[in-house]
């Protein structure tokens, strides 16, 4: 494996998991390469989130396994993984921000944790990050008293702060307004394009995904439904991709 | 006939699988306290939560716990025709012994151990737990071994502050309401008064405030769906930690106090 070219990063190998009698992800197989920027859509409940947490093992596989640069993370115990979380930032969904910590102690716990940094260092990196997110004015605020948004944005930021080389976004302009909506996908496509992050974002926000990804992967009925480049998806005839981007009640997908 | 049998095997499955759940968390928080050092401001300050907020409750209850024991030592020895006289050493040994570690421990329980259930419930529910461990910090060590180990520490002191205020609650009545002078009261507390009833009521405690700590971060930490989860796994973890303290409490009574 050498360093500069791309190669395989992620690979999930006939991944399966089961919440009780349903079904979320059923064998399924996906490859991220490095420097990729991998957008993942999907129906509301196909199991994009759950298979984002299986990336870095906050949900154990029932069959099937993770691999990250060939290593499997599948039995690893809570120090073996800490060396691979290092490697990753994510953005919840929820933005699971603490919220007992202010808004600067929350973007900056997991620098502190790492006793890497020293206090005046951890204060300028987390005012930097705040500033890329434009919230460095709410550093002293507590996440009760923010916005929706504005926890999403907190939530980006703590996630780039340790400035991690693979990034997952659970659908990071979820309920923001469309110009601060564009400042992010403009800042998840810098960080790919400057920084070599490689990325992997669910999202539902077309206009997003065709701005930021170099491929889109979308899932449906537990697996890979379709897996290409934007302009890829937008002439597919995949009838369930076509339902899907042009968001039509009819058709293949049935939304009981 | 057959479903609450059933309805019992299953009850018995999953408090198996409970106490078992426990166990392990246990062997974490044994592990991870070699890395006390790096969580001593998280130690400190849950000692503060835990440990000093709880005082004025544990004041109030002891006051009145005390001021009981020698009504009720008062109106039994009167029933029996026993000497007032001894109203301080009754009250004494049933305080030190029993009543101020079981008491404060129960109450401990409502008070703390809900409120860590209750609280790494929410963070459970809303994902703060896994977004913890995808910054590479393990929630063992971050939030249980900081709130137990206050747990075990609190609970002893907190004790021992309910043993001097459950004597003087006694005190207090006795003078009042049964006409027995302090100095009476106090002769025959002191006259009691054994230093190892005290070490093993502290004993109790301690291993009472473990289990009130192991229990609430315990049943935080399984807590599953929104809300109601978490007002569910609080009332189990009440629940729970109250009928342990109580059944580790006899089986101390056998160990310690031989017939
Ligand atoms: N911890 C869990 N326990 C039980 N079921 C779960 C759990 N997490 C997810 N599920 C189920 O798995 C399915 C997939 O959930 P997931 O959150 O991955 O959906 P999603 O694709 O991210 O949807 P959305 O776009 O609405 O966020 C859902 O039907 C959900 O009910
Ligand atoms: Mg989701």
């Not at chain 1, 997003?208 to 992967?217: F, G, W």
């Not at chain 2, 479903?3 to 409970?18: E, K």
């Not at chain 2, 405690?205 to 809300?227: D, Q």
Request: aromatic content about 8%; hydrophobic content about 45%; charged content about 20%.
């Amino acid at each position: 494996m050498n360093d500069d070219a791309t190669h395989n990063l992620i690979e999930v190998q006939q991944l399966s998991k089961r919440f009780g009698e349903q079904v979320v992800l059923d064998q399924l197989d996906l490859t991220i390469n490095s420097g990729d920027s991998v957008v993942i859509i999907g129906q509301s409940g196909t199991g994009k989130s759950v298979l984002l947490k299986h990336l870095i093992r906050l949900l154990a596989p029932d069959s099937g396994r993770v691999l990250i640069d060939g290593e499997d993370i599948t039995d690893l115990t809570f120090e073996e993984l800490l060396p691979i979380r290092h490697r990753f930032g994510m953005l919840f969904q929820s933005a699971a921000l603490f919220d007992s910590l202010s808004v600067e102690e929350n973007v900056g716990l997991g620098l502190k944790e790492s006793r890497h940094y020293r206090a005046n260092e951890i204060h300028e990196i987390v005012m930097e990050k705040l500033d890329m997110v434009g919230l460095a004015s709410a550093a002293d605020k507590h996440p009760s008293q923010l916005s929706g948004g504005m926890r999403k944005r907190v939530g980006m930021a703590r996630a780039i702060a340790a400035d991690p080389e693979i990034l997952l976004y659970d659908e990071p302009t979820t309920g923001l307004d469309p110009i601060t909506a564009d400042v992010i996908n403009d800042l998840i496509v810098e960080l790919n394009d400057r920084l070599k992050v490689t990325s992997i974002t669910v999202t539902h926000d077309m206009t997003s995904a065709y701005k930021i990804a170099s491929r889109i992967v979308m899932l449906y009925q537990g697996k890979v439904q379709f897996d290409g480049t934007p302009d890829d998806i937008r002439s597919t005839d995949n009838p369930v991709v076509q339902q899907f981007i042009h968001g039509r009640a009819t058709g293949p997908i049935q939304v009981r | 006939m057959i479903r609450p049998i059933s309805g019992l095997g299953s009850f018995g499955v999953r408090t198996v699988s409970r106490f078992g759940g426990m166990t392990i968390m246990l062997g974490e928080f044994f592990y991870a306290l070699r890395k006390l050092p790096r969580s001593m401001p998280l130690f400190v300050e849950q000692m503060y939560q835990v440990g000093v907020r709880s005082l004025p409750l544990i004041l109030i209850i002891s006051v009145f716990v005390g001021a009981v024991s020698a009504w009720q030592a008062a109106y039994q020895f009167k029933f029996i025709g026993a000497p007032l006289r001894f109203l301080g050493q009754a009250v004494g040994k049933a305080t030190v012994i029993e009543l101020a570690p079981v008491l404060s421990a129960l109450v401990f329980a409502g008070r703390v151990g809900a409120g860590i259930t209750a609280e790494l419930g929410t963070m459970k529910v809303t994902e703060q737990i896994d977004a913890l461990e995808s910054l590479g910090i393990n929630p063992v060590r971050y939030l249980v071994m900081p709130r137990i180990l206050a747990c075990l520490f609190m609970v002893p002191l907190l004790v021992t502050f309910a043993n001097f205020i459950s004597i003087m609650g006694g005190l207090v009545v006795s003078i009042i309401g049964v006409n027995v002078s302090s100095e009476t009261f106090l002769f025959g507390f002191r006259d009691s008064f054994k230093l190892t009833d005290f070490l093993a009521g502290l004993t109790k405690a301690a291993v009472f405030g473990l289990l009130i700590g192991l229990v609430g971060c315990y049943e935080g930490f399984r807590t599953r769906g929104g809300a109601q989860g978490v007002g569910l796994a609080t009332t189990t973890s009440v629940v729970t930690s109250s009928v342990l303290i109580l059944v580790f409490n006899f089986i101390f009574a056998m160990i310690l106090f031989r017939l």
